[in-house]
């Protein structure tokens, strides 16, 4: 028993530095496997109450560029109005058919929040966002993250006021996304290389692509709404060994300078997640 | 001023720094990132125990790590260099003189050579490690090499120029402090 002590003693910086290293490294394994941040709900909420004073600093020196996107969004938005579509001189009686028309919110599939980003980084390889939007303010894990120039992350830490979006700049980022003109699908990832440019992987070779076609997530994905934008062509390798195509593509979004963004939040996900991730029964 | 004051102030400095500006910074290349906030552990006092160096050192990478939501990741080698830290100072330093002489390493207390090499080594040890278990996770040998020698570069650099920029007195230790 004695030795034992003497030999704490006599080794005790060894000691703890390999204490503190194995307990660094897990803490790094258990964060990155399963995509929950090991943050505790206080600790994150002191940090993002200092990211939130320097990026409201920030914002200012943003503000024309913000005022743009969100012009640019309106005017978007205004072409889509109802009224701005009329015949002038119609000899058929315009009927609208209000059967699917959502009048109690039935039909209702995606719900959009706005929330402000105040914590951002673009140069890691594990890039996150930080918004200022909660689990109390109807923040869910696995909700989408849309900028008005395009699409940005998902949700993968709550707290009660803030909230974690996993960057489309992670090494650990997959979303489902596909041509805009021909619905060949793929999967967006990142390899870390630059924060303006993504990859869009397995595109069948079927597809004419290309440079400057526009990729668009698709309809598989869970999280996201189609039709929303990633971003454009830039380059195309079409490796000979296989049959698929990985594509470069240019970012819709400047992730430099992201200041707003739309949480959506698909009503039926955990319904399609369920029935997805059910496996144990179609093998049997 | 107070040792303890001013090295809790630098602590907060450093850490700002590097979140607000350097991390900001946009990245000229993929092996090129800007680290500074370590030169915090190399100018910690000679005089702390090994033990308290190791804990701040552990403290130091735990709190960037939750502002960049890796944690662990800069925490294991900032200890890394913390260990490592005073077997190299005793081997580069004349015994038992600077070290009473002198607050905290510097070029002043021991002189540009031995400096140079003591940042640098720890400098490439910390990218080492960092890059390593960046690697790990990802796998990418190229990206491992040429990243450990492009952020040591750029790393020694702005070292050598905050040396330069911030002349810190090398304050004789007198016995009244």
Redesign the interface.
């Known amino acids: 028993m004695k030795n034992i002590f003497d030999f704490i003693r006599r080794h005790f910086t060894l000691l703890s530095f390999l204490l503190l290293q194995i307990a660094s490294i897990y803490m790094l394994t258990k964060a990155s496997t399963s995509h929950q941040s090991f943050f505790s709900a206080k600790m994150s909420d002191a940090t993002s109450k200092i990211n939130e004073r320097y990026y409201n600093m920030r914002g200012y020196f943003f503000l024309r560029e913000t005022n743009q996107q969100l012009a640019q969004e309106n005017a978007r938005l205004l072409n889509l109005l109802g009224s701005n579509i009329s015949a002038p001189d119609s000899t058929v009686q315009i009927v609208t058919d209000s059967v699917y028309k959502d009048s109690l919110n039935k039909f209702r599939k995606y719900n959009w929040l706005p929330a402000k980003v105040i914590g951002n980084t673009v140069s890691l390889q594990t890039n996150f966002l930080t918004l200022e939007r909660g689990r109390l303010q109807g923040v869910k894990k696995g909700m989408a993250a849309v900028s008005p120039e395009g699409i940005v992350g998902v949700v993968v830490d709550v707290s009660d006021n803030t909230s974690k979006v996993m960057s489309l700049l992670h090494r650990n980022s997959r979303v489902s996304a596909m041509l805009k003109k021909d619905n060949n699908a793929g999967s967006i990832e990142w390899d870390g290389a630059s924060p303006y440019y993504l990859l869009l992987r397995n595109v069948s070779k079927g597809a004419k692509v290309i440079k400057g076609d526009t990729v668009v997530t698709s309809t598989y994905s869970a999280n996201f709404p189609p039709y929303q934008i990633v971003g454009r062509v830039a380059e195309i390798d079409a490796d000979p060994s296989s049959n698929f195509y990985t594509l470069k593509i240019k970012t819709a979004v400047n992730f430099f300078t992201v200041q707003f963004v739309y949480l959506v939040e698909n009503l039926r996900y955990q319904e399609q997640f369920d029935l997805e991730n059910n496996n144990s029964k179609t093998r049997e | 001023m107070n040792s303890l004051l001013k090295n809790i102030i630098r602590f907060v400095l450093f850490l700002l720094l590097q979140i607000?500006v350097l991390?900001e910074?946009?990245?000229v290349h993929?092996f090129i990132?800007p680290y500074l906030y370590f030169l915090y552990i190399l100018w910690l006092p000679f005089s702390i125990n090994?033990?308290s160096l190791?804990?701040v050192a552990?403290l130091f990478?735990?709190s960037l790590d939750?502002?960049?939501?890796?944690?662990?990741?800069h925490?294991?080698p900032c200890?890394?260099i913390a260990?490592i830290r005073p077997y190299l100072l005793n081997l580069l330093l004349p015994q038992e003189t600077i070290e009473q002489s002198y607050a905290e390493p510097g070029v002043n207390s021991m002189g540009w050579a031995p400096y140079a090499v003591y940042v640098g080594l720890l400098t490439f040890v910390h990218h080492f490690y960092l890059v390593l278990?960046?690697w790990l996770?990802?796998g990418?040998f190229v990206?491992f090499l040429g990243k450990v020698i492009g952020t040591t570069l750029v790393s020694f650099m702005m070292i050598v120029l905050s040396e330069l920029l911030f002349l810190r007195k090398g304050k004789y230790r007198t016995n009244a402090s």
């Open positions: 607000v991390n910074v946009p990245p993929r990132i090994r033990f190791l804990i552990f990478g735990l939750y502002f960049t939501g890796t944690t662990g990741l925490a294991a200890v890394l260990y278990i960046e996770q990802f990418d990206y």
